[in-house]
């Protein structure tokens, strides 16, 4: 895509979202201008005389000590609260080894208080040790937390591996995910990405965020809610980072170092993640064909290893101009091969299942990518305590190429060649594409009192899309490969989605409620450049998305709330695109008529603490989805190098109605000093209607995650989950299960180097078994991967926080005031 074409499918969104945000600002800064008292200091080490960099500062009321806002002394050790209201102040200085000051302060214009002078503890002069540490797993009422540096299963893996492990979310054999059986948007640092799953190393992962029905603040795509992947970023002072590395059994290797240095206004931070994965697989497909009372059989199996090999790395900075404003810029690149080498062997059988010939052959597939990744984020606070401004902008470009090899043979039983009635096949192809994402937002968050608060924000996403496949299939009569159009496609697609929200949140007493109205605009274009006439344009009007939570908090730690909101799930671009992707006897294509479903989404949950020692979140919801989009096959005759092939075909459709009530249940329990165990169950009843075709039934999902602190510095972690039977409108899923385990050992007194030991799918029983019933046939498909597999992953933590690691002393001075701000 050009600059141009960026350019005019932006250009409104754009303006629209920097004169709000240059209006918004501006009026915020006016507001807060009003007051006139200011009150100044500077902070210093009793001892040495050096200044105290990154000490907590807090303004509280004299009154009552309720906090009105907060800061970080600079690099000189200076803090200053400008625009207050004249009054007095209570001022609490927090910093870790230091005794906490608390100093009353009466201002009217401008206040000084001069040097104050921190005194450390006792046990800063011996060395603190910190014993706290945050746990693998955290829920509030409206959000679930997963830590995954806590994960020791999914290192040295992606962010399949780490989706995995969160609770409440399930993961298939190819890296599709759920939440209670629905699709979720999937966000990476709050914002869209044309990186996939598999393209992110899980040691670049800090935390997984779950949000099962989200407000109005959040994107109205993804029938289940959304899940983010928060990437790692450290801001701690000097210093500091992290290098691993890993092998398996599976002769996959890893290796990923962090680097973050913190100096005065600026913090720069690093990401490299090498990654090495092989994944052999085995498939297996039988199929019953009846037409004109003639049965026949087909029994296929596939052997391969799916290869991937990519490098991804992050550097970035934070500018803190001053204790109010923060610019954040980053740029992402990843690149890789993708390869997926597979030799088939396909038996033609009769009614009785004897086999009649067979066919030999290949199915390659070898593909590139690159992908960049530019953010650029703005953050302002205010004086007045929870209010803050914040804008940023993604830009996301991806490039990919490939090429593909296929051959089928076929011979009678006595190994001779066999042409008759199935041809020889022999077909390559060569493909190039392309995508670009870009994104704007603007957020701004007000309070009104200490319980009620206003939230406004607008958001603009526009993706592009290119794709160029051209196969050409071998011509045996002429011996010539002939250009085949049915498996070939030159694919242009754009779409720009608009957005804008509002929420008021507000309460009194125990009771608290947010209400809230977003709404979507979205342009869809789509065309197949190789076909006359192949294309079409989608302008969906301004659809709104309501949100409302109502919270009520009763006695002895417990919290109720009922929440609904309205959802949208849009058609992924690949589901839109026609062309026909075939292998032996089957296919799949896209459904350029594909509408968006919308899911009006109900949830009552209950929140439990037990004297911080068991948590218990249950859920009971419901979801109404209309035009559900969901697969259907039927039986077709194909056109493929100018032969006619019967093939079960397969591509997405909107369905009539799908109702999904179920219940969830999450506890997480600490059941001694250092052994913690959660638990996540949801089961559902599903009712689907589509095309001719009606289906219903019950499936449960189960997961528990139990983390054990042992003697001699070692962790133990087991894992383990159980998904039962999934329907579908033609058909069902069978039940899957499996169990990780991992030991993690800490080496030295600071506990810095560490080596992890982690064996997964100990019994080996993740695979993935389906069956499927059309009008002329029934198929069963079984899929394996080598899914048990030993991992040994060595970690090493070094650095330390050093808050004048780039400031220079004095000549013939030992301390005192360095002055300046570092860089």
């Known amino acids: 895509m050009s600059f141009f074409d960026v350019k005019h499918s ?121 014993v706290g540490e945050k746990p693998a797993f955290t829920m509030a009422i409206d959000k679930r937390v997963f830590n995954v540096e806590k994960n020791l299963a999914s290192i040295g893996g992606t962010a399949t591996d780490v989706l995995r492990q969160v609770p409440s979310v399930n993961v298939d054999i190819d890296g599709n995910v759920s939440v209670r059986n629905g699709s979720p948007t999937i966000f990476i640092d709050g914002r869209p990405s044309t990186l996939t799953l598999d393209q992110i190393p899980a040691d670049a992962i800090a935390n997984v965020e779950v949000v099962t029905n989200p407000s109005a603040k959040y994107d109205a795509e993804g029938m289940s809610g959304i899940l983010n992947i928060v990437l790692k970023k450290n801001r701690r002072a000097g210093i500091n980072g992290l290098i691993q590395g890993g092998y398996s059994t599976t002769n996959s290797s890893n290796l990923g170092v962090d680097l973050n240095v913190r100096q005065g206004k600026i913090n720069v931070f690093l990401n490299y993640n090498l990654r090495d994965r092989r994944s052999p697989m085995t498939q297996h497909m039988l199929r019953k064909n009846w037409e004109n009372n003639d049965t026949t059989y087909l029994d296929q199996y596939q052997d391969g290893e799916f290869g991937r090999k990519f ?143 206003i939230e406004a924000g607008l958001r603009t996403n526009s993706r592009t899309f290119n794709n160029v496949l051209n196969t050409y299939g071998k011509d045996f009569a002429t011996g010539e490969f002939m250009y085949d159009s049915s498996l070939s496609n030159n694919y242009h697609y754009t779409e720009q989605i608009n ?40 302008d969906y009007p301004i659809g709104l998305f309501p949100s409302i939570f109502l919270t009520q ?101 909107n369905a009539d109605v799908r109702n999904s009530y179920g219940a969830e249940l999450t506890v997480r329990t600490q059941i001694t000093k250092t052994w913690d165990v959660t638990t996540n169950v949801n089961m559902q009843q599903t009712k689907i209607s589509a095309e001719d075709v009606n289906n219903s039934g019950f499936t449960w999902f189960g997961k528990v995650n139990s983390n054990t602190k042992l003697p001699w510095n070692l962790t133990l972690q087991v894992t383990g989950e159980y998904e039962g039977r999934r329907i579908e409108p033609q058909g069902e899923e069978a039940p899957e299960y499996q169990l990780d385990m991992a030991v993690k050992k800490d080496f030295f007194k600071k506990k810095n180097f560490s080596v992890a030991l982690g064996l997964n799918d100990i019994f080996n029983t993740d695979r993935d078994l389906s069956w499927t019933t059309t009008s002329f046939s029934d198929s069963e498909r079984y899929r394996k991967r080598v899914s048990r597999e030993l991992r040994l992953n060595v970690s090493w933590r070094f650095g330390k926080m050093d808050t004048n690691l780039f400031k220079k002393k004095k000549d013939g001075e030992g301390g005192g005031d360095m002055g300046g701000d570092g860089f």
Not at 330 to 351: E, I, K, M
Not at 388 to 398: G, I, K
Not at 412 to 438: A, C, H, I, K
Not at 622 to 643: E, H, K, V, W
């Open 553 to 653: 908090k009763l006695k002895g730690d417990h919290e109720l709330q009922l929440n609904y909101s309205r959802r949208i799930q849009r058609p992924w671009f690949r589901d839109l695109l026609p062309n026909i992707e075939y292998n032996a006897n089957s296919g799949r294509r896209g459904n350029p008529s594909l509408k968006p479903e919308f899911t009006n989404s109900f949830e009552l949950s209950y929140l439990k603490d037990f004297d911080r020692k068991v948590n218990v979140l249950a859920s009971v919801y419901f979801r109404n989805t209309n035009n559900a989009i969901t697969n259907y096959s039927i039986d077709t005759t194909l056109n493929l190098d100018g032969q006619e092939r019967k093939v079960v075909l397969s591509y997405p459709i």
């Open 10 to 130: 932006m250009r409104k969104s754009l303006l629209f979202l920097l004169a709000t945000f240059l209006c918004m600002n501006t009026q915020t800064m006016a507001q807060d201008n009003g007051a006139q008292a200011e009150i100044l200091g500077k902070l210093l080490d009793d001892q040495s005389g050096k200044p105290v960099e990154y000490a907590s500062v807090a303004l509280l009321k004299a009154k009552d000590s309720t906090v009105i806002t907060g800061m970080l002394s600079k690099g000189n050790g200076d803090f200053d609260f400008k625009s207050i209201a004249p009054g007095t102040y209570i001022l609490k200085i927090y910093f870790i080894g230091y005794q906490t000051i608390f100093r009353s302060v009466s201002v009217k214009g401008r206040s000084d208080v001069g040097n104050i002078r921190l005194k450390t503890t006792a046990t800063a002069l011996k060395g603190v040790e910190v």
């Open 499 to 538: 957005a804008a929200y509002v929420s008021y949140t507000g309460g009194f007493g125990n009771f608290g409620f947010q209400t809230g109205l977003r709404a979507e605009q979205s342009f869809y274009s789509g065309e197949m450049k190789n076909i006359k006439g192949a294309n079409y344009e989608i």
């Open 311 to 453: 490098q991804n790395g992050r550097v970035g900075f934070d500018w803190f101009i001053d204790n109010r404003n923060t610019i954040t810029l980053s740029q992402g690149l990843t690149g890789g091969d993708f390869n997926n080498l597979n030799s088939q062997t396909v038996y033609d059988l009769d009614a009785q299942k004897n086999r009649l010939r067979y066919g030999i052959g290949d199915n390659d597939s070898k593909n590139k990518f690159r992908n960049y990744t530019t953010q650029l984020g703005y953050k302002r606070t205010f004086a007045k305590e929870g209010r803050e401004l914040t804008a940023d902008f993604t830009y996301n470009r991806a490039n990919n190429s490939g090429n593909n090899d296929y051959s089928l043979q076929y011979y009678n039983l006595d190994g001779t060649p066999s042409n008759s009635p199935n041809q020889p096949e022999l077909r390559y192809g060569n493909s190039t594409g392309n995508t670009t994402y870009l994104t704007g937002q603007v957020d701004f968050v007000t309070p009104i009192n200490e319980k009620s608060k």
